[in-house]
């Protein structure tokens, strides 16, 4: 089993959709949490962290449930702009290294 | 954007070459990564350095050697390329518990 997973995709849905994407870990040790954005051949960016009560960033509300060891990104309103790869990444335990493991993303596609 | 510049942006080489990445941070980051990206594999640990001279290897580091002599850089050796090594890499840099950023990426194809 992956230490972090993800339901690759993609996601079609239609301008305006709510999607959500759900994210398991497996590592009860690991303290902070992050979604990335990743569009076509760039760089993985911050898109948020995730805190243990939840927290909203706009469109963006992010999401944890330790007991059952997931994490979620809803995405309220789809824009056309919203369609790229999101990944999930999680602490490599509960050290200070900084080190994350990353799934391996779920790609959205938002169409008009 | 974080200050991170990672050299080249592409490179072209043939198997059996030494190859060096090198990135470069302006933001006295503690922490710096380096990843290599693939269709299937998602984003994969090579090596870490949590200091000058503090490095540790990651997922999947065999063939491949780091240094870190000063703070703001940390170079990717690849011994002796070879066509597997062909991939995106990513340095990234953070502080502790901190989320990480990523540089721009290095598109690195081995013939």
């Known amino acids: 089993r992956k230490e972090v997973e993800q339901d690759p995709g993609p996601f079609n849905v239609p301008e305006g959709a709510t999607v959500a994407f759900n994210c398991t870990y497996s590592n009860s040790a690991s303290q902070s949490f992050f979604w990335y954005r990743q569009d076509c051949r760039k760089e993985p960016k911050l898109l948020m962290s995730v805190y243990s009560s939840g927290n909203e960033d706009g469109r963006f509300t992010a999401q944890l449930n330790r007991a059952s060891q997931y994490i979620s990104l809803l995405i309220r309103d789809s824009k056309l702009s919203d369609s790229a790869t999101y990944l999930c990444?999680?602490?490599?335990?509960?050290?200070?290294?900084?080190?994350?493991?990353f799934g391996q993303g779920t790609t959205l596609q938002v169409k008009p | 954007d974080a200050g991170i510049t990672q050299s080249p942006r592409h490179k072209v080489t043939e198997t059996g070459t030494p190859v060096t990445l090198r990135c470069h941070q302006t933001?006295?980051?503690?922490?710096m990564y380096w990843y290599r990206q693939d269709p299937g594999h998602g984003l994969r640990l090579i090596h870490y350095s949590y200091g000058v001279k503090d490095t540790d290897k990651g997922e999947v580091s065999d063939g491949y050697s780091v240094s870190r002599s000063k703070t703001e850089d940390f170079l990717l050796t690849l011994e002796s390329a070879t066509s597997s090594q062909t991939s995106v890499y990513f340095c990234?840099?953070?502080?502790?518990?901190?989320?990480?950023?990523f540089g721009d990426g290095t598109r690195l194809s081995i013939l």
């Open positions: 990444a999680v602490t490599s335990g509960s050290g200070n290294t900084g080190k994350l493991i």
């Open positions: 933001e006295n980051h503690r922490y």
């Open positions: 990234a840099i953070s502080e502790s518990r901190q989320p990480q950023h």
